[in-house]
């Protein structure tokens, strides 16, 4: 069983730039979510894609938008960088109807410069 | 407005003692009640689940104890071992399509 893989590792962009992070789910899911965690504190729910559609969305910017292919993989988009959008971004997956169990991958480390 | 309130931000304790974290949550409608644990660099790993319709679930060394009436659970980490040391995060998540709302994480050290 292939757990939850993220890339890349570590990013950094400069404030206004655009930036596409990516998500490989685990085998034998089919809905992704994805979390802001800022430095010290918990993960922060950003979307979650079911079907190749949002159909989930925490207190996010419309500048944060992503996209679930048919392989059940995601992509997460920031535009117009912040220096608050510094953090760590993390994938989780999940078999849509089932016990609610999110699987989460090692993240990505965004910094804003 | 923090949905889950988590305490104590740090806690340190002796190894073989027991450590035990505090969550309360305020949104009736949540109904499942994760604990992770996350190393640093590393992202947060499930550890123990319950849902409200039971008070206790243990597995292992781990114990989620759950009160619905006074919305508030726990986690119980027995025998406490030097590479329990990590930061939990209590989580909680209502039906449909929510993602998990965390609290702000305990910083668990387990002296040797």
């Known amino acids: 069983e292939t757990g939850v893989t993220q890339s890349p590792t570590h990013l950094i962009k400069t404030r206004g730039q655009q930036v596409t992070l990516r998500c490989s789910s685990q085998s034998g899911h089919n809905t992704v979510s994805w979390y802001q965690q800022a430095l010290g504190q918990g993960p922060q729910f950003i979307f979650q894609y079911y079907r190749e559609e949002e159909n989930g969305r925490g207190n996010f910017p419309p500048r944060f938008s992503g996209l679930q292919f048919p392989n059940y993989s995601s992509e997460l988009n920031v535009n117009a960088l912040e220096l608050d959008d510094s953090a760590l971004y993390l994938c989780?997956?999940?078999?849509?109807?089932?016990?609610?169990?999110?699987?989460f991958g090692p993240g990505t480390r965004l910094t804003v410069t | 407005q923090q949905q889950v309130k988590q305490s104590p931000q740090s806690l340190i304790v002796q190894k073989g003692g027991i450590s035990i974290i505090n969550c309360a949550y305020e949104n009736t409608a949540f109904d499942y009640f994760p604990w992770y644990q996350q190393f640093p660099g590393k992202g947060p790993a499930l550890l123990i689940a319950?849902?409200?319709?039971?008070s206790e679930k243990k597995e292992g060394r781990f114990t989620i104890s759950f009160n619905k009436s006074a919305k508030q659970f726990s986690l119980h980490i027995m025998d406490s071992q030097p590479g329990d040391s990590a930061t939990y995060f209590c989580?909680?998540?209502?039906?449909?399509?929510?993602?998990?709302?965390f609290g702000k994480g305990t910083h668990l050290i387990i002296q040797p």
């Open positions: 989780a997956s999940s078999w849509w109807g089932g016990y609610y169990e999110q699987y």
């Open positions: 989580a909680a998540r209502g039906g449909g399509a929510d993602g998990l709302t």
């Open positions: 319950i849902r409200p319709d039971v």
